[in-house]
Protein backbone atom coordinates (compact mmCIF):
# COMPACT_ATOMS: atom_id res chain seq x y z
CA UNK A 1 0.00 0.00 0.00
CA UNK A 2 1.30 3.37 -1.01
CA UNK A 3 -0.40 5.97 -0.10
CA UNK A 4 0.36 9.88 1.22
CA UNK A 5 -1.84 11.09 4.37
CA UNK A 6 -1.60 14.71 4.99
CA UNK A 7 -1.87 13.85 8.45
CA UNK A 8 0.57 11.94 10.65
CA UNK A 9 0.47 8.04 10.64
CA UNK A 10 0.39 6.80 14.23
CA UNK A 11 2.01 3.54 15.60
CA UNK A 12 0.94 1.82 18.83
CA UNK A 13 3.42 -0.77 20.22
CA UNK A 14 4.20 -3.42 22.59
CA UNK A 15 6.28 -5.77 23.34
CA UNK A 16 6.09 -8.51 25.86
CA UNK A 17 8.03 -11.77 27.04
CA UNK A 18 10.96 -11.77 29.35
CA UNK A 19 14.45 -12.33 28.26
CA UNK A 20 14.80 -16.16 29.22
CA UNK A 21 11.91 -17.20 27.23
CA UNK A 22 11.31 -18.82 24.07
CA UNK A 23 9.39 -16.43 22.53
CA UNK A 24 9.23 -12.65 22.23
CA UNK A 25 7.51 -10.43 20.41
CA UNK A 26 6.41 -6.74 19.83
CA UNK A 27 3.52 -5.56 18.23
CA UNK A 28 2.36 -2.30 16.21
CA UNK A 29 -1.45 -1.23 15.48
CA UNK A 30 -1.16 1.53 12.99
CA UNK A 31 -3.02 3.55 10.71
CA UNK A 32 -3.34 7.47 9.69
CA UNK A 33 -4.50 9.51 12.36
CA UNK A 34 -8.14 10.32 11.40
CA UNK A 35 -8.72 6.82 11.52
CA UNK A 36 -7.46 6.15 15.13
CA UNK A 37 -9.17 8.45 15.95
CA UNK A 38 -12.96 7.13 14.21
CA UNK A 39 -11.46 3.30 16.32
CA UNK A 40 -10.37 4.87 19.39
CA UNK A 41 -13.99 5.48 21.02
CA UNK A 42 -15.65 2.00 20.00
CA UNK A 43 -13.10 0.67 21.60
CA UNK A 44 -12.95 2.68 25.31
CA UNK A 45 -17.13 3.15 24.91
CA UNK A 46 -16.57 -1.52 25.64
CA UNK A 47 -14.08 -1.11 28.13
CA UNK A 48 -16.39 1.67 29.81
CA UNK A 49 -19.73 -0.21 29.55
CA UNK A 50 -17.97 -3.85 30.66
CA UNK A 51 -16.33 -1.89 33.71
CA UNK A 52 -12.94 -3.26 32.75
CA UNK A 53 -9.71 -0.59 33.45
CA UNK A 54 -7.76 -2.18 31.19
CA UNK A 55 -7.77 -5.23 28.53
CA UNK A 56 -4.88 -7.72 29.42
CA UNK A 57 -4.34 -10.40 27.02
CA UNK A 58 -2.59 -12.10 30.19
CA UNK A 59 -5.68 -11.50 32.37
CA UNK A 60 -8.26 -12.72 29.71
CA UNK A 61 -8.68 -16.18 31.85
CA UNK A 62 -12.55 -16.60 31.95
CA UNK A 63 -13.44 -13.48 33.63
CA UNK A 64 -16.72 -12.83 31.44
CA UNK A 65 -16.60 -8.74 30.81
CA UNK A 66 -12.82 -9.22 29.69
CA UNK A 67 -13.87 -11.91 27.67
CA UNK A 68 -16.68 -10.08 25.59
CA UNK A 69 -14.34 -7.16 25.74
CA UNK A 70 -11.33 -8.89 23.86
CA UNK A 71 -13.78 -10.14 21.72
CA UNK A 72 -15.18 -6.73 20.47
CA UNK A 73 -11.68 -5.64 20.06
CA UNK A 74 -10.92 -8.33 17.60
CA UNK A 75 -13.97 -7.46 15.71
CA UNK A 76 -13.81 -3.97 15.62
CA UNK A 77 -9.66 -3.98 14.89
CA UNK A 78 -10.45 -6.85 11.77
CA UNK A 79 -13.33 -4.98 10.48
CA UNK A 80 -10.95 -1.44 9.99
CA UNK A 81 -8.17 -3.42 8.66
CA UNK A 82 -10.21 -4.92 5.94
CA UNK A 83 -11.32 -1.52 5.34
CA UNK A 84 -7.45 -0.27 4.78
CA UNK A 85 -7.80 1.65 7.80
CA UNK A 86 -5.56 0.03 9.95
CA UNK A 87 -2.63 -2.31 9.97
CA UNK A 88 -1.70 -4.92 13.05
CA UNK A 89 2.47 -6.31 12.53
CA UNK A 90 3.53 -8.81 15.20
CA UNK A 91 6.92 -9.66 15.12
CA UNK A 92 7.54 -12.54 16.76
CA UNK A 93 11.34 -14.69 17.36
CA UNK A 94 12.08 -17.30 18.77
CA UNK A 95 15.49 -16.79 21.32
CA UNK A 96 16.30 -21.17 20.28
CA UNK A 97 17.08 -20.58 16.75
CA UNK A 98 20.06 -19.91 15.59
CA UNK A 99 19.96 -16.13 14.99
CA UNK A 100 19.61 -15.55 19.16
CA UNK A 101 20.89 -18.95 20.72
CA UNK A 102 24.28 -17.29 21.25
CA UNK A 103 26.71 -16.67 23.77
CA UNK A 104 26.28 -13.23 25.28
CA UNK A 105 23.42 -11.84 23.51
CA UNK A 106 22.37 -8.35 24.25
CA UNK A 107 18.59 -8.79 24.44
CA UNK A 108 17.93 -4.83 25.07
CA UNK A 109 20.02 -4.07 21.79
CA UNK A 110 18.10 -6.89 19.47
CA UNK A 111 14.96 -5.27 21.14
CA UNK A 112 15.25 -2.12 19.65
CA UNK A 113 16.66 -3.97 16.31
CA UNK A 114 13.60 -5.72 16.14
CA UNK A 115 11.68 -2.36 16.69
CA UNK A 116 13.53 -1.09 14.05
CA UNK A 117 12.68 -3.89 11.43
CA UNK A 118 8.57 -3.85 12.16
CA UNK A 119 8.53 0.01 12.44
CA UNK A 120 10.59 0.03 8.61
CA UNK A 121 8.02 -2.35 7.65
CA UNK A 122 5.06 -0.81 8.71
CA UNK A 123 6.25 2.91 7.84
CA UNK A 124 6.82 1.19 3.89
CA UNK A 125 3.59 -0.71 3.74
CA UNK A 126 1.98 2.60 4.59
CA UNK A 127 4.00 4.75 2.18
CA UNK A 128 4.08 7.55 5.02
CA UNK A 129 7.23 9.79 6.03
CA UNK A 130 5.77 11.37 9.03
CA UNK A 131 5.39 9.40 12.41
CA UNK A 132 4.21 9.63 15.63
CA UNK A 133 5.06 6.48 17.91
CA UNK A 134 3.59 6.16 20.88
CA UNK A 135 4.96 2.38 22.85
CA UNK A 136 3.86 1.12 25.87
CA UNK A 137 6.17 2.40 28.82
CA UNK A 138 7.06 -1.15 30.09
CA UNK A 139 8.88 -1.94 27.02
CA UNK A 140 13.19 -1.42 28.19
CA UNK A 141 13.77 0.59 24.76
CA UNK A 142 16.14 3.36 24.32
CA UNK A 143 13.62 5.29 22.32
CA UNK A 144 16.02 8.00 21.22
CA UNK A 145 18.49 5.29 19.56
CA UNK A 146 15.75 3.92 18.25
CA UNK A 147 14.25 7.36 17.01
CA UNK A 148 17.85 8.07 15.20
CA UNK A 149 18.05 4.88 13.27
CA UNK A 150 14.91 5.42 11.81
CA UNK A 151 15.40 9.26 10.89
CA UNK A 152 18.20 7.94 9.09
CA UNK A 153 16.27 5.68 6.64
CA UNK A 154 14.79 6.61 3.47
CA UNK A 155 11.40 5.42 2.94
CA UNK A 156 11.83 3.41 -0.11
CA UNK A 157 14.64 0.47 -0.92
CA UNK A 158 16.99 1.46 -3.27
CA UNK A 159 15.90 -1.13 -5.95
CA UNK A 160 11.91 -0.09 -5.26
CA UNK A 161 12.54 3.39 -6.82
CA UNK A 162 13.96 1.68 -10.55
CA UNK A 163 15.74 3.47 -13.35
CA UNK A 164 14.36 7.01 -14.30
CA UNK A 165 15.37 9.97 -16.02
CA UNK A 166 13.46 11.61 -13.48
CA UNK A 167 13.50 10.11 -10.47
CA UNK A 168 11.07 10.24 -7.34
CA UNK A 169 12.07 12.08 -4.52
CA UNK A 170 12.94 9.32 -1.69
CA UNK A 171 12.14 11.11 1.63
CA UNK A 172 14.29 10.00 5.32
CA UNK A 173 11.40 9.10 7.38
CA UNK A 174 10.38 11.67 9.82
CA UNK A 175 9.75 10.22 13.53
CA UNK A 176 7.96 12.60 16.07
CA UNK A 177 10.60 12.34 19.95
CA UNK A 178 9.30 9.06 21.43
CA UNK A 179 7.53 9.09 24.53
CA UNK A 180 6.28 5.93 26.27
CA UNK A 181 2.81 5.35 27.02
CA UNK A 182 0.69 4.31 29.69
CA UNK A 183 -1.37 1.91 28.45
CA UNK A 184 -4.12 2.22 30.31
CA UNK A 185 -4.71 5.15 28.73
CA UNK A 186 -4.46 3.88 25.10
CA UNK A 187 -7.06 1.05 24.13
CA UNK A 188 -5.03 0.66 20.68
CA UNK A 189 -2.07 -0.10 22.99
CA UNK A 190 -3.97 -2.78 24.60
CA UNK A 191 -5.06 -3.78 21.60
CA UNK A 192 -1.26 -4.34 20.59
CA UNK A 193 -1.28 -6.56 23.81
CA UNK A 194 -4.10 -8.47 23.05
CA UNK A 195 -2.89 -9.60 19.33
CA UNK A 196 0.85 -9.87 20.16
CA UNK A 197 -0.53 -12.31 23.48
CA UNK A 198 -2.48 -14.40 21.13
CA UNK A 199 0.65 -14.78 18.65
CA UNK A 200 3.27 -16.25 21.01
CA UNK A 201 0.19 -18.26 22.83
CA UNK A 202 -0.55 -19.90 19.68
CA UNK A 203 2.98 -20.90 19.11
CA UNK A 204 3.33 -22.06 22.56
CA UNK A 205 0.12 -23.84 22.84
CA UNK A 206 -0.59 -23.98 18.99
CA UNK A 207 -1.07 -27.81 18.91
CA UNK A 208 -3.29 -28.37 21.76
CA UNK A 209 -5.29 -25.66 19.72
CA UNK A 210 -5.97 -27.52 16.91
CA UNK A 211 -6.62 -30.71 19.22
CA UNK A 212 -9.20 -28.46 21.24
CA UNK A 213 -10.76 -27.06 18.21
CA UNK A 214 -10.90 -30.74 16.40
CA UNK A 215 -13.17 -31.69 19.73
CA UNK A 216 -15.18 -28.69 19.48
CA UNK A 217 -16.22 -29.36 15.66
CA UNK A 218 -16.98 -33.20 16.73
CA UNK A 219 -19.49 -31.95 18.91
CA UNK A 220 -21.25 -29.65 16.54
CA UNK A 221 -21.29 -32.02 13.81
CA UNK A 222 -21.37 -35.23 15.13
CA UNK A 223 -19.84 -37.92 12.48
CA UNK A 224 -17.72 -35.70 10.60
CA UNK A 225 -14.76 -35.47 13.16
CA UNK A 226 -13.34 -38.34 14.57
CA UNK A 227 -10.46 -38.29 17.38
CA UNK A 228 -8.23 -41.02 18.52
CA UNK A 229 -9.30 -42.40 22.32
CA UNK A 230 -5.20 -41.30 23.20
CA UNK A 231 -6.42 -37.04 22.16
CA UNK A 232 -6.01 -35.10 24.71
CA UNK A 233 -7.22 -31.33 25.07
CA UNK A 234 -6.51 -28.61 26.80
CA UNK A 235 -7.21 -29.01 30.57
CA UNK A 236 -6.82 -25.37 31.83
CA UNK A 237 -9.78 -23.05 31.74
CA UNK A 238 -7.65 -20.48 30.71
CA UNK A 239 -6.30 -22.06 27.80
CA UNK A 240 -9.41 -23.06 26.80
CA UNK A 241 -11.33 -19.58 27.25
CA UNK A 242 -7.95 -18.27 24.40
CA UNK A 243 -8.56 -21.45 22.40
CA UNK A 244 -12.14 -19.46 21.98
CA UNK A 245 -10.16 -16.37 21.39
CA UNK A 246 -8.28 -17.83 18.68
CA UNK A 247 -10.94 -19.67 16.85
CA UNK A 248 -12.69 -15.90 16.57
CA UNK A 249 -10.04 -14.09 15.33
CA UNK A 250 -8.98 -17.12 12.87
CA UNK A 251 -12.82 -17.16 12.04
CA UNK A 252 -12.91 -13.04 11.21
CA UNK A 253 -9.79 -13.34 8.77
CA UNK A 254 -11.05 -16.24 7.26
CA UNK A 255 -14.69 -14.55 6.92
CA UNK A 256 -12.62 -11.62 5.64
CA UNK A 257 -9.72 -13.43 3.61
CA UNK A 258 -7.20 -11.37 5.09
CA UNK A 259 -4.76 -14.26 4.86
CA UNK A 260 -4.02 -15.16 8.07
CA UNK A 261 -3.02 -19.01 8.62
CA UNK A 262 -3.32 -20.77 11.97
CA UNK A 263 -3.84 -24.83 10.92
CA UNK A 264 -0.99 -24.67 8.35
CA UNK A 265 2.05 -24.20 10.91
CA UNK A 266 0.00 -24.87 13.71
CA UNK A 267 0.48 -20.47 15.01
CA UNK A 268 -1.22 -18.06 13.94
CA UNK A 269 0.93 -16.77 10.76
CA UNK A 270 0.54 -14.49 7.58
CA UNK A 271 2.54 -15.60 4.15
CA UNK A 272 2.20 -12.25 2.86
CA UNK A 273 3.36 -9.81 4.88
CA UNK A 274 1.72 -6.88 3.21
CA UNK A 275 -1.41 -8.04 4.22
CA UNK A 276 -3.17 -5.99 7.18
CA UNK A 277 -3.01 -7.97 9.50
CA UNK A 278 0.54 -9.41 9.87
CA UNK A 279 1.73 -12.13 12.07
CA UNK A 280 5.51 -12.25 11.14
CA UNK A 281 7.56 -15.02 12.45
CA UNK A 282 11.22 -14.39 12.45
CA UNK A 283 13.21 -16.25 11.13
CA UNK A 284 17.40 -16.20 10.06
CA UNK A 285 17.82 -14.61 6.94
CA UNK A 286 20.88 -16.44 6.18
CA UNK A 287 23.99 -17.48 8.05
CA UNK A 288 25.61 -14.31 9.53
CA UNK A 289 22.26 -12.92 10.33
CA UNK A 290 22.70 -12.80 14.49
CA UNK A 291 21.67 -10.96 17.31
CA UNK A 292 24.23 -8.69 18.73
CA UNK A 293 26.15 -9.20 21.63
CA UNK A 294 27.48 -7.84 24.63
CA UNK A 295 30.68 -6.45 24.44
CA UNK A 296 33.50 -7.81 27.52
Not at 109 to 128: F, P
Request: charged share 25%; hydrophobic share 35%; aromatic share 10%.
Amino acid sequence: MQTNFRHATLAYGDDSGSYDMRYRRLTLVSGPEPYCAELIPLLEDKLTAEAVSELKFEEVRGHAPKMRTAGHFLEQTVAYCCRNKLRVDVLLWDNYDSRHAISHRDDEANLVRMYYKNLLHVARRWGAVQWRFLPDEQSGVEWNELRNFLNNTRLEKPAQRGMSLFPKSNPFLEFEPIVSQNSVLHSLIQTADLFGGLSRFSHEKGREYLKWIGSEEAKEQPGLFLLDDNTEVGDSKADRVRFSLLRKLDGLCKQSKLGVSLRTWSALSTPNPNNPINFWNYVPQHEMDKAPTKSG
